[in-house]
């Protein structure tokens, strides 16, 4: 399954909403420094999705608050 996120790094609090089927809205508490914002998306994610983090991967959007994620299922 392939979804669309925006990120909101250094956010308050973590959270995950959901927009439709394909769009999500993701906040974590990591800033945009050095890839940690895009670990706490991808744990965000799996946590979510209730699957391992091994099975979200970033397909695009790696330097971006706009994403592309792969979820395998």
Sequence with gaps: ??????VKPASREEKVEKID??????SVKEPPVKGLANKGVVRALSEYFNVSQ???RIVSGCFS??????IIE
Excluded: A, C, G, Y
């Design 54 to 56: 091994l099975k979200v």
């Design 21 to 26: 089927d394909t769009h999500f809205s993701v």
């Design 1 to 6: 399954m392939e979804i669309f996120v925006k």
């Design 65 to 70: 608050r706009q994403k592309l994620i792969e």
